[in-house]
């Protein structure tokens, strides 16, 4: 692995997502096997399992994980960030059982956008991008030119350029969340994860984000894994979807394979409709009525 | 760009520590008796040219033996206090942590004061006393403020005060109980009082405050982002354990060496961060030093007017920082809620 987290695909700026896209296969960068995890008191009965799944995330690649609410979404994501060791299978970055990495080189390689970021004391958008620079620096870690320059282009990439000098608490939350998807982008993770990113987001900055996150998986390399309750947003922008229900993993698949009426009906537990629009994008609309 | 820069870092403890030794200057000079400029300038000089033999004795009493060791544990004290102030705040995610309100200085108080009454005869066992109190006190309050996993803010602060009372309480119980000769001049030093000489030579005590604030220093950068989460610190390769273990025993021994010195000093630790980070931002890098250099400041200020403003007859200097501390205390609390 080289300590830059840099990679050759990073590097050079790949084609837009479009008809083009048979290309060579990449390897996998992340891969999940037989992966599963139990939160259980001392001894007692387990209060939630993730049962065993198995999936595997490439370079460019847009994930979404969809499922209800306790489904284990967050669970999932935990494995993926390696703040959470697997109760058996591997979680593997590139070759690496990603919960044993060093916690420098795991923040080199891996962002997490997170639902909340609670913040003590006020700062502002640069200084807060910045401290995405934090796993690069060492002792006193005063921060570089070439912080400064990862951290611009990130705050470009994230659409917060114009935002740098504004105070964080001072933000509307669309333009929150693009600061801190900056700052996880100045981390120059191999595989960036968000934990339901477009929450609290009005439909425009929704459609925004997953834009550039589509764009930031293709020009970056990136492989992105998205945490969504947003079936058409995913559906739109995602490559594959993870789909979750009580801890098992009911499909791994292209949206088309996955949006199956039934099975979206049962998972979610309410009656929708899925049709398929001619570019072949699933789209689901609800009626409002429960299955039993 | 803006950013923390060395040069910018410097700038700003050299200013801060311009103003301590104006301060240092003036605190010299003002007391029951004043010293006029020339006066002390001239004994400045001689003394520290070792021509001791032409300065007034009365003079060199008064300056150097009664001001300056006070002076000097006044400066100790304040940094301590608010180093460890700061480092609360962030290790607790809360910004109204203080030693004092979150009754970490009366453990201290109570773990010197037991050391006393059971090995009074032990060299630096009131140092010691005080620092196991403080870190006893810390681990109460940490448990009391937790609520369903996480820390919860206002159970943090009623724990803090909780323990302060019940301490208190204790602390009244061995006075009442126990009448030794050390034991009479206590009600005054609970106040917070610099006028008894330390024990413990100066020297030492700075090399404690030196480990100590160094200790902390050496986490500023992981204390930026742990203010944001210990979840979001991790993600950013924080080891959260660590940091917190050495932020929690670092800010003990600085309570338990200001306490061990002069009792307890309220509401420094609260307010010197609060004002540093309204003057210079929030960065830990550069507030940890310019903390330092503020309490010593802010002390120093509180105790010459402690003994000035009423002399002959002296307040405990805990008193002074107490009326003010409070009010902003109460300030910082209802901007809070509002």
Redesign the interface.
Known sequence: MNPGGQTAEQANSASPKGPARPRPPEPPRVSVELASYSYAPEGGASLFTLEATSFDVRPRELLAVLGRNGSGKSTLLRLL?G?LPPLSGRVQLEGFEVSRLD??M???R???V?QE????????V??YV???R??Y?RG????TEED?AVARQALVEAGADHLR?RWMHKLSGGEKQRAVLARALA?QPLLLLLDEPTLHLDIAAQVDLLRRLRRIANDRGYAVVVVTHELNLAAEFADRIVLLDRGKTLRVGKPVEVYEQELLQQVFGTLLHVEHTARGTPKVTFSGGETE | ??????RKLLLTCAALAGVLLLLVFFSLKFGTRSISLPDLASLLYHTALGQTDRVSSDFRLIVLEIRWPRILLAIIVGASLSVAGASF??LL???LADPYVLGVSSGAALGSILSLIWFAELPGATPFGAFAGAVAATAAVYFLGRRGGELDSYALLLGGIITASFLSALIMFLMTTISGRELRGMAFWLMGDLSTPSPVAPGWLFLVLVAGVGAIYTT??DL??L???E??A??????VVRVKLVVYLSASVLTGLAVSVSGAIGYVGLMVPHLV?LLFG??Y?LLIPATALGGAIAVVLADTLARTLFAPTELPVGAMTALVGAPVFIYLLRRRMA
Not at chain 1, 117 to 124: A, C, E, K, N, Y
Not at chain 2, 234 to 239: E, S
């Open positions: 960030a703040t916690l420098r795991r923040a080199q891996i962002a997490m997170q970021t609670p913040l003590l004391f006020p700062v502002r640069w200084d910045m401290q995405g934090h796993p620096s006193l870690r005063f921060e400064g000098t981390q | 760009m803006r950013a923390l820069t060395p705040q962030a995610r809360n910004p500023a950068a930026n982002l203010l944001g989460g979840q979001e991790m993600h950013l390769g924080v080891d980070r929030s960065d890098r």
